[in-house]
């Protein structure tokens, strides 16, 4: 399945959110799917009130998307399975909104698959065996302000609730 938020194609607004280095990799549309998947995954829940895996009725919001026919639910207001269905008249930002995060995930997500995670620097030390230096944000799943984009649309019900 292709990003659905992110165009790829040669003349599209969205591939002109990357540097020009990452434009012409040969593997962009798996990277842009990765990084679509990772940023819906922060917003994807099950149902709430959900037991055995079957949806207590009206538990879920009215603004959430559910995924096919699964009891999961995407909670970003505005956000569609196919992008084409987005309601651009109430979210007149999303798409750009989603796209400038999926840019932002490429960017960070590309040098991440390409050494090993968390790892800044490797020194051989001889006998003493290699040195390695962390990243600074090493034990970070993602980069910091990835959603700073997104957090407008965000539906989900505050980890400390009502």
């Known amino acids: 399945m292709a990003a659905q938020y992110f165009e790829i194609f040669a003349a599209s607004d969205d591939l002109k959110r990357l540097p020009a280095a990452l434009r012409g990799i040969s593997d962009l549309a798996f990277y842009a799917e990765e990084a679509e998947a990772l940023i819906l ?8 009130g959900q037991l055995l895996d079957q949806p207590v ?21 505005g956000y569609r399975e196919l992008s084409a269905d987005v309601d651009t008249v109430a ?12 840019a932002l995930m490429i960017r960070w997500l590309y040098p991440q698959l390409k ?16 040195s390695r230096t962390l990243n ?11 959603d700073r984009w997104l957090r407008q649309y965000d539906t989900r019900e505050p980890a400390w609730g009502w």
């Open 41 to 48: 995954q922060q917003y994807t829940r099950r149902a709430p």
């Open 57 to 77: 009725p009206g538990a879920v919001s009215r603004v959430a998307e559910q995924l096919g026919s699964s009891n999961y639910f995407v909670f970003l207001r």
């Open 91 to 102: 979210f007149p930002n999303f798409k750009t909104d989603m796209a400038r995060t999926i």
């Open 115 to 130: 050494r090993e995670l968390g790892v800044q620097s490797e020194v051989d030390g001889g006998e003493r065996g290699k």
């Open 136 to 146: 600074v944000d090493a034990e970070a799943a993602l980069p910091r302000g990835w």
